[in-house]
């Protein structure tokens, strides 16, 4: 007789998990797709391709994709091809709700294709990259502060940004040194930490926890993960995002987010 044989697979033993997909997916979409007008009419077209991991010591939900997700943006007349390199959102306690949420983080590379450039759409876009993040970035980079734009607040005072920052310019990059105030921080983490108002009516706040970053050409910068924005700021995540090479023309004045002034 001739042996034969024979291969069993592997069996996995799950344990049952203590939070649903939906409600996994749910906090996901709110930390990653964001919570405005135009992140609400986003849609993840393969969002099966997400799997979930929950670390139940630190309170931590973490997110995967082994393929991009491919993300349609109506608003703001794109598709998107987001590469999904990290995903993360702390919990006070054993929870996904947002009420228990500390704070998120997620990177990636994404890669825009526009599908509508119509009068309506470009002025949807000026709308998202007013007071976003990489209009702050790109402004405290060029040192623009006024009422009309940020102004960076702490106890209600309207502060001097000369003495928060310290700013240098290199030939690619601008440098910026957080300058620590004198008072007691919750955060053991935090350098410094504003209130921010955009515009006269738009309010956040941020927190340093990174004394040194650099801000590039098209906004972004090298310490993200250690710049916590609330308020605002918070809300606008992938839905607002707008492609690398995105210019912004504000009223009698010509203005590239490509290029540092």
């Not at 929950?54 to 309170?59: A, C, I, P, R």
């Not at 050409?217 to 707008?242: A, C, H, M, Q, T």
Request: charged residues 30%.
């Amino acid at each position: 007789m001739t042996p034969s044989l024979n291969s069993l697979k592997g069996v996995v033993v799950k344990r049952k998990d203590q939070f649903t997909r939906k409600q996994k997916l749910q906090i996901f979409r709110d930390c990653f797709l964001g919570q405005t007008h135009n992140s609400k009419l986003l849609k993840i077209q393969n969002e099966d391709d997400i799997y979930f991991r929950y670390d139940k010591v630190n309170f931590v939900l973490k997110a995967f994709s082994d393929k991009p997700l491919l993300i349609s943006n109506p608003s703001l007349g794109y598709k998107i091809d987001y590469e999904l390199t990290n995903f993360e959102a702390t919990f006070s306690k054993l929870s996904v709700t947002k009420e228990d949420l500390v704070e998120s983080y997620y990177s990636g590379l994404s890669r825009f294709e526009e599908i509508d450039n119509s009068n309506e759409i470009l002025a949807l876009r000026k709308k998202a990259y007013e007071g976003s993040q990489v209009h702050f970035f790109l402004n405290l980079a060029n040192n623009i502060w006024d009422k009309e734009q940020f102004l960076i607040i702490h106890n209600k005072n309207v502060l001097d940004p000369k003495n928060c920052f310290k700013i240098e310019r290199e030939k690619d990059f601008v440098k910026v040194e957080v300058l620590a105030k004198e008072y007691k921080k919750e955060n053991i983490n935090e350098v410094a930490s504003y209130d921010l108002i955009f515009n006269k009516n738009e309010h956040s706040g941020i927190i340093f926890e990174t004394d040194v970053f650099y801000v590039y050409p098209d906004g972004n910068n090298s310490k993200i993960e250690n710049i916590v924005f609330s308020g605002k700021l918070s809300e606008e995540k992938v839905g607002d995002r707008l492609p690398l090479n995105y210019v912004y023309v504000p009223e009698n004045e010509i203005y590239n987010t490509g290029i540092l002034k």
